[in-house]
C-alpha cells in the first residue's frame, strides 16, 4: 500500500526556518509531480510549491523568494525549505504525489504536518 510520510513541522518565531520532508513508500509505482499543499484553519487548501519529475518547479506568489522545493528521485522523497516565516505561513502542511501505480496515475496525500510561525 502506498503511503505519503512527512516529517519536520512544529513550531518556529518569525523569520526562522523549517524543513519539511515527505517520503512515498510501499513500493510499486514510480513518481510524477511532487507538492506541498496547505490549510489554515477556516480557509481552502492551497498550493505552496509543487515540482516536477523532471524538477521544473511552481511556487505560490505569497512564497516565492522564501521557500524552495526539492527532491530526491532515488528516494521518492520530496523537501520544502521554509526560510524567513511568517505568522501567515501557519498552516497544516500536506504532501501530494501523483504516483503511476501500474497503469494508474493516482493522487495520494501526507497525514499533514503543523506549522506555526510566532510573531
Known amino acids: 500500500q502506498v503511503q505519503l510520510v512527512e516529517s519536520g513541522g512544529g513550531l518556529v518565531q518569525a523569520g526562522g526556518s523549517l524543513r519539511l520532508s515527505c517520503a512515498a513508500s510501499?513500493?510499486?509505482?514510480?513518481?510524477?509531480?511532487m507538492g506541498w499543499y496547505r490549510q489554515a484553519t477556516g480557509k481552502q487548501r492551497d498550493m505552496v510549491a509543487v515540482?516536477?519529475?523532471?524538477?521544473?518547479?511552481n511556487y505560490a506568489d505569497s512564497v516565492k523568494g522564501r521557500f524552495t522545493i526539492s527532491r530526491d528521485n532515488a528516494k521518492n522523497t520530496v523537501f520544502l525549505q521554509m526560510n524567513s516565516l511568517k505568522p501567515e505561513d501557519t498552516a497544516v502542511y500536506y504532501c501530494?504525489?501523483?504516483?503511476?501505480?501500474?497503469?494508474?496515475?493516482?493522487?495520494?496525500w501526507g497525514q499533514g504536518t503543523q506549522v506555526t510561525v510566532s510573531s
Open positions: 515540482i516536477g519529475s523532471g524538477g521544473s518547479t
Open positions: 510501499g513500493g510499486g509505482f514510480s513518481s510524477n509531480a
Open positions: 501530494n504525489a501523483k504516483l503511476w501505480v501500474g497503469l494508474r496515475l493516482g493522487d495520494y
